[in-house]
């Protein structure tokens, strides 16, 4: 089952100001944005060095 989880960050008001700008341009909510830009993020490491897998995140667990 998916699950939504919450990620409570906090950035400086330069930062947030912005994101928030290209939020707005892109037309998403700036949550939105921030997690399309976590997905890109996480597709351009993938590119470089492979599919995460769930054994790769299992080993990452602290």
Do not use: C
Not at 12 to 22: E, F, S
Not at 33 to 58: C, S, W
């Amino acid at each position: 089952m998916n699950r939504d989880y919450h990620l409570s960050i906090r950035m400086d008001r330069d930062t947030h100001d912005k994101i928030q700008y290209v939020a707005a341009y892109e037309g998403r909510s700036m949550s939105s944005q921030i997690v399309y830009l976590m997905r890109e993020n996480i597709r351009a490491f993938e590119k470089e060095h492979g599919p995460i897998t769930t054994q790769d995140m299992e080993n990452a667990k602290p």
